[in-house]
C-alpha cells in the first residue's frame, strides 16, 4: 500500500515537473513578446494560423502562441498569467483537468489553451454552468481574443437557428452543457442540411467540469414531442376499420401478428378519407393510425391482451397473466385500442431525442476541464471520459486555517452553536459565509439571524446575476451570506479593505453534504491567493449524513464521554476522518449509480449513432438515392421470403408471399401463385426484385428531372425513420424500466437489456425498410405534388 501510494504522488509529481519544463519555454519567449508592437502581436495570429496550415502541430506551436495571449491579456485586460496558470493550460490544451485552488485565475488559465485551439479554426466549446456566466465571461475574454482577431460567438437558448449557426460558427464559442447537447440533438432531427447549427464538435474545456460531468451525468436530456396524432384521428381510424370485412378489406398473418389492407380495403381508406392516393408521404401519419386501429381491432383481444377497468385500458402481462399496472402499450397501440373500447383517449408525449451528458460530452475529438475539486473523483473521470487529473499548486501557499469538525447532540444545539459564533466573528466585522446542503435550512437559519437582528443576504441559487453580486461581495467587512453549498461558483470572493487583518472570510458549514467535493468547494471559498481565512463544520447526530451513517458508533463514544448535556460538543479529527469514510461509501455507490446508467445508455448510444450517421448520409445526398433505397427493397423481400419459405417447399406459403407483394410492391391483380411456383428461394426474390425494379423506373420517368426524385427518396426515407425511432426510444425506455425484474431469475438484468435491444434494433431496421418500400412503392406520382 505504501508503495502504491509513493507511486501515486511521485508521478504526480513527475508530471508537475514535466508541465514546468513547457512552462520554462513558454516563459523564454515572453520577453521577445513583450518587445512587438500592438500590430505585430496582433499579426502572431495569422502566421500561426499559416503554419498550423503547412502541417505544424498546435503541440509545436504552444511555447509561442502561449507567451503571445499572455502578452495580450497583460494588454488588453491588465493581468498577466502566472508560471502555475501556463502549466494549467498546457493541461487543459493536452484534454485532461486542471484542479485548480478557488481564486487561483481559472478564467485567465483557459485563455492559453482557448487561443492555442482556435488556432486550427476548427471551433473551440467553453462550456458553463449557466448561461449568465457565458455571457460574462465571453464578454471579459472576448476582448483578448478580439483584440488577437479570433471571432467570439455566445449561444443562448433564446436564440434564433439562424443566431446559433453565427455563434458556432466562431472561431470560440461560449455555451452551458445543456444548451450545446440540445442543439445536438435538434440537429439531428433537420430535413435540410442548411438547418443544422452545430459544426463537428473538435475541443471543449468545461468550467466546473465535476458539476456537470459529475454531478449532472445521471440526468438525460431528453426532447419530447405530442405523439405522432390527435384523439380525433384515432377515433376517426377506427370508425373506419370498424367498417371493414376480414379477407374482402384486410388480411392477418397471425404468425408474425401483422395486418394490411388489400387493395379494395385501400380503395374504402380513400373514399372514406378523401384522398388521392393513401400512400402519399403526407399521408404518413394517418396510414400509421390505420395500421395501429387494425391490429386494436382484429389483433388484440380484450380480456386476453388487455382489459378495461375502470374506464380505462390495462395491459396483462402474457406471461403471468396478470395486470401490468401504469405500463401502456407504445407507438400509438394504447390509443387504438381506447378508441376501439371506447374510453377517454389519453394524450402523451413521445421522446423524440435523448442523450445523457457522459455520452455527448465524449463525442468531442479533445475534451479538457477545470475546477477546484476533482481529486475525489479521479478514478470516475480516468474511467468514463480518459481525463487523468493533474493538480496544479497554487501560486501562494494556503494560509486558510480549517478546523476539525464540531459535532452536537441535535440540530438545535448545533444551529445554536452557529448562531454564537456568526454574532462572535460579526461583531468584530469579519465577513461570513455560511454553507448549507438544503434551500429549508438556509431559510431556517436565516429566521435565526433575523431574530438576533444580523443583517444577511441569503442565496438558494435562484438568480444568477444577483447571485454573483451577492457572492462578489461576501468578502466585505461585516458581510454575512447564506448559500446553498453550490450557489456562486465560478464567480471570486474578494477581501475588502482591513478584512485580511480580522483573520479573512470565514467560512461556516452547518453540514457534511454526501460528496466530500461540495464540502471542499465550500472551504475553497476562501484563502484564495494566500488570503488569510478560517473554515469550520458543524455537525449533528440528528443531520442526514450522521443518521445514515456511523450516528450509533458516535453516540455510544458520546455516552462513555458521559456528554449528554443538550449543548455538549466534540472536536476531534476522528469525527471529521470517520465522517469523511461515510462519504467516501456514499461517492462510491453514487459512482456505481452513473456507471450503471451510462452502460445501459451505451446500448442507446451505438444505436443512435448508426441512425443519426445514416440519417445524416441522406440529408447530405446531392446526386440520388437509388443505392440507398434500392437494397432496402430488396432485403424487405428477402426476409418476407424466407419467413414464408421454411422447410420443404410443399410447406411454402406461396400466398403470403403473393400477398406481401400486392399490398406492398405491385398492384392486387399483378401476380399469382402460378408465378412463383417451380421457382426456388433466391429465384423468388430475384423476380419479385425485378418487379420493383420496374415501378422504380417508372416513378423515375415520372419524375422528370433528378432533383424531384432526390427530394421524393429523401421524404419517404426520413419520414419513416423517424416515425420508427421516435418510437423505439420508447420501446427502449420501457424495457430499461422493467428489465431489473430479470434479475429475480438469475439473468443478468444489462446483457438481458443489451440482447433484447439489439433484436428490437433490428427489428426497426426491418420494420423501416419494409415501410419506406411500400410507401415508395405504392406512392402516385402526380407533378403538382408539392414535398
Known amino acids: 500500500m505504501a508503495n502504491f501510494l509513493r507511486t501515486w504522488i511521485e508521478s504526480d509529481t513527475r508530471e508537475l515537473k514535466r508541465l514546468g519544463k513547457i512552462a520554462d519555454k513558454v516563459q523564454a519567449h515572453a520577453d521577445e513578446m513583450a518587445a512587438l508592437t500592438d500590430a505585430e502581436l496582433k499579426a502572431k495570429t495569422t502566421e500561426y494560423q499559416k503554419r498550423y496550415a503547412d502541417g505544424e502541430t498546435l503541440d509545436a506551436l504552444l511555447p509561442e502562441a502561449f507567451a503571445t495571449i499572455r502578452e495580450a491579456d497583460k494588454r488588453v485586460l491588465g493581468l498577466y498569467p502566472f508560471r502555475v496558470q501556463i502549466m494549467g493550460s498546457i493541461v487543459l490544451h493536452e484534454g485532461n483537468i486542471a484542479e485548480m485552488r478557488t481564486g487561483e485565475g481559472k478564467t485567465l488559465t483557459a485563455t492559453m489553451a482557448v487561443y492555442l485551439n482556435a488556432i486550427s479554426k476548427k471551433g473551440v466549446h467553453v462550456v458553463t454552468v449557466n448561461e449568465y456566466l457565458s455571457a460574462r465571461d465571453a464578454s471579459e475574454m472576448g476582448e483578448v481574443y478580439n483584440w488577437l482577431g479570433l471571432t467570439v460567438g455566445v449561444n443562448a437558448s433564446d436564440m434564433t437557428p439562424d443566431e446559433k449557426r453565427a455563434a458556432y460558427d466562431a472561431d470560440i464559442t461560449y455555451s452551458t452543457n445543456s444548451e450545446l447537447g440540445f442543439d445536438y440533438l435538434r440537429d439531428n432531427m433537420v430535413t435540410d442540411p442548411a438547418e443544422r447549427s452545430q459544426r463537428p464538435l473538435n475541443f471543449a474545456i468545461v468550467d466546473e467540469v465535476d458539476s456537470i460531468l459529475i454531478d449532472e451525468a445521471r440526468t438525460p436530456l431528453i426532447i419530447s414531442g405530442p405523439s405522432s396524432g390527435t384523439t380525433a384521428l384515432y377515433e376517426r381510424a377506427d370508425r373506419f376499420v370498424k367498417t371493414l370485412t376480414a379477407k374482402e378489406d384486410y388480411k392477418v398473418d397471425l404468425e408474425s401478428k401483422t395486418i394490411s389492407l388489400t387493395d379494395t380495403g385501400i380503395n374504402k381508406a380513400e373514399d372514406f378519407f378523401n384522398l388521392e392516393n393513401l400512400y402519399d408521404s403526407e399521408n404518413t401519419a394517418l396510414t400509421h393510425h390505420l395500421d395501429q386501429s387494425l391490429r386494436a381491432n382484429y389483433i388484440m383481444l380484450k380480456d386476453k391482451d388487455y382489459v378495461v377497468a375502470d374506464n380505462e385500458v390495462m395491459i396483462v402481462d402474457s406471461f403471468t397473466g396478470r395486470i401490468m399496472d401504469g405500463r401502456r402499450f407504445s407507438d400509438g397501440l394504447h390509443q387504438a385500442i381506447e378508441a376501439k373500447e371506447h374510453v377517454e383517449i389519453q394524450e402523451e408525449n413521445k421522446t423524440m431525442a435523448n442523450i445523457t451528458y457522459q455520452n455527448f460530452f465524449r463525442m468531442y475529438k479533445k475534451l479538457s476541464g477545470m475546477t477546484g475539486t476533482a481529486q475525489t473523483e479521479r478514478e470516475e473521470f480516468r474511467e468514463i471520459y480518459n481525463m487523468e487529473v493533474i493538480s496544479i499548486p497554487t501560486n501562494k501557499p494556503v494560509a486558510r486555517v480549517d478546523e476539525p ?300 428531372e433528378a432533383e424531384q426524385i432526390l427530394e421524393f427518396e429523401k421524404v419517404v426515407i426520413l419520414r419513416v425513420v423517424d416515425s420508427h425511432w421516435t418510437d423505439h426510444i420508447d420501446t427502449m425506455d420501457q424495457l430499461r424500466q422493467g428489465i431489473g425484474l430479470r434479475g429475480y431469475g438469475q439473468l443478468n438484468p444489462l446483457v438481458e437489456y443489451q440482447t433484447e435491444g439489439f433484436r428490437l434494433f433490428e427489428e426497426m431496421i426491418a420494420d423501416i425498410e419494409y415501410d419506406v418500400t411500400r410507401l415508395f412503392m405504392k406512392a402516385e406520382i402526380r407533378q403538382n405534388l408539392t414535398m
Open 405 to 704: 469538525d464540531l459535532l452536537y447532540p441535535s440540530l438545535k444545539s448545533k444551529f445554536d452553536a452557529v448562531v454564537a459564533l456568526v454574532k462572535e466573528l460579526h461583531g468584530k466585522g469579519q465577513p461570513i459565509l455560511i454553507g448549507t446542503v438544503a434551500v429549508e435550512t438556509s431559510e431556517y437559519l436565516a429566521h435565526l439571524l433575523d431574530v438576533e437582528g444580523i443583517a444577511h443576504n441569503v442565496l438558494n441559487a435562484k438568480n444568477h446575476a444577483k447571485e454573483a453580486e451577492i457572492i462578489a461581495n461576501a468578502g466585505q467587512r461585516g458581510a454575512v451570506t447564506i448559500a446553498t453549498n453550490m450557489a456562486g461558483r465560478g464567480t471570486d470572493i474578494k477581501l475588502g479593505p482591513g478584512v485580511a487583518d480580522l483573520g479573512g472570510l470565514a467560512v461556516i458549514g452547518t453540514e457534511r453534504h454526501e460528496s466530500r467535493r461540495i464540502d471542499n468547494q465550500l472551504r475553497g471559498r476562501s484563502g484564495r491567493q494566500g488570503d488569510q481565512g478560517f473554515s469550520q463544520f458543524f455537525l449533528s447526530l440528528e443531520d442526514d449524513l450522521m443518521l445514515r451513517f456511523g450516528a450509533e458508533r458516535i453516540k455510544r463514544l458520546m455516552d462513555r464521554m458521559n456528554l449528554e448535556e443538550e449543548n455538549a460538543v466534540i472536536k476531534n479529527r476522528l469525527i471529521t476522518h470517520s465522517v469523511e469514510s461515510a462519504q467516501k461509501r456514499v461517492e462510491g455507490n453514487n459512482y456505481d449509480s452513473r456507471k450503471n446508467v451510462l452502460q445501459y445508455d451505451d446500448v442507446m448510444r451505438e444505436q443512435r449513432e448508426v441512425i443519426y450517421r445514416e440519417r445524416n448520409q441522406i440529408i447530405d445526398e446531392e446526386t440520388g438515392l437509388k443505392d440507398v433505397l434500392l437494397p432496402m427493397v430488396k432485403r424487405t423481400i428477402k426476409r418476407v421470403v424466407d419467413a414464408h419459405t421454411l422447410g420443404k417447399v410443399e410447406e411454402w406459403n406461396l400466398q403470403a408471399i403473393i400477398d406481401f407483394a400486392t399490398s406492398v410492391i405491385v398492384k392486387e391483380d399483378a401476380l399469382t401463385e402460378t408465378d412463383l411456383n417451380g421457382k426456388s428461394k433466391d429465384e423468388i426474390v430475384d423476380f419479385l426484385y425485378q418487379k420493383a425494379l420496374e415501378i422504380y423506373d417508372e416513378k423515375e420517368k415520372q419524375l422528370y
